[in-house]
């Protein structure tokens, strides 16, 4: 998948994400911040996706943040109760800082 996600992430949309995240760890990259400033829309299959990437990365010790700035993106997260799983920030910037105070030594 090149870029970022943009528009819906839904059924029809969600399976190179799902790669996407399964690659990523399959490389050895546990601690993901997943950049979603362009997706307007997401459906249970796409949070399904975070979910099933978030079980994944546990499994190495790893997280999961996302950069949400959709507040229908958002809402989706809060209904769910996921929003209490997945720390979520406005800028990539803040989701950074964030995964690399939680996973401690890995900025030198």
């Given at each position: 998948?090149?870029?970022r996600?943009?528009?819906e992430l839904d059924g029809r949309t969600a399976a190179p994400m799902r790669t996407l995240m399964a690659d990523l760890v399959r490389q050895g990259r546990c601690h993901l911040v997943m950049d979603l400033t362009d997706v307007d829309f997401i459906d249970s299959t796409g949070v399904g996706v975070f979910v099933?990437?978030?079980k994944r990365v546990r499994a190495f010790d790893g997280q999961v943040a996302l950069v949400v700035t959709a507040e229908h993106v958002r809402?989706?997260?809060?209904?769910?109760g996921l929003i209490k799983?997945?720390?979520?920030f406005d800028t990539v910037d803040r989701g950074v800082e964030y995964i690399g105070r939680?996973?401690?030594?890995?900025?030198?």
């Open positions: 998948m090149g870029g996600p943009g528009g099933g990437g978030l809402k989706t997260f809060r209904v769910t799983v997945f720390p979520m939680a996973v401690g030594k890995t900025h030198v």
